[in-house]
């Protein structure tokens, strides 16, 4: 039986998976979807399901999530005796938590997107939204955004590329920042130090 156990948003379970190996943690590593962003009370009901199916077998559960529009995901943690890598969402675990605020005062109409939300762009954003369907709504929804940063985790110059294209199409300024695991990174190897 493995001690620790993982569980780690969609959105952030590859980088996960690279850290794990990485540092050749001795955990169990599962997922839950990204779309669940989409209707976020989904993760709390189905992360408490799943914590009440797995919770037993295991020492320890990490939860790599940020907060996400989760109402209660704390709750839900508190409840199963598990914890969660600190951060509201994994802008803040890539940049940082001061480098993210500074940013944000800036250009408080900043999107930001990341190397799975790039793959994911038309499945996540434009279909997820609905834009496929009712493009009429890409004002409504984007109308105060004035600036897109693309945080890359591995560069990628078709990534970067398609990134320079959507602020384009949108009329925004563009700004790369290359952050890799960022302090996704950090606070990760911080809670693994605190299982020894």
Known sequence: MSKTLMIACGAL???TKELIDK???QVDLKALPAQHHMTPLKITADLDRMLQDLRDGY???IVVYGECGATGIDRVLEKHGAVRVSGPHCYDMYLGEATFQQLMEEEPGTFFLTDWLLRA???????????DRYPELLKDYFGNYRK??????????KLLQKAQSIASAMGWDFEHRHTGYGDLETRLKKLMEEDN
């Open 23 to 25: 540092y050749g943690w």
């Open 13 to 15: 379970a590859k980088e």
């Open 121 to 131: 762009y038309e499945k996540a954003v434009l279909r997820g939204l609905g834009l």
């Open 59 to 61: 020492q320890r559960v």
């Open 148 to 157: 897109l940063v693309y945080l890359s985790q591995s560069p990628n110059e």
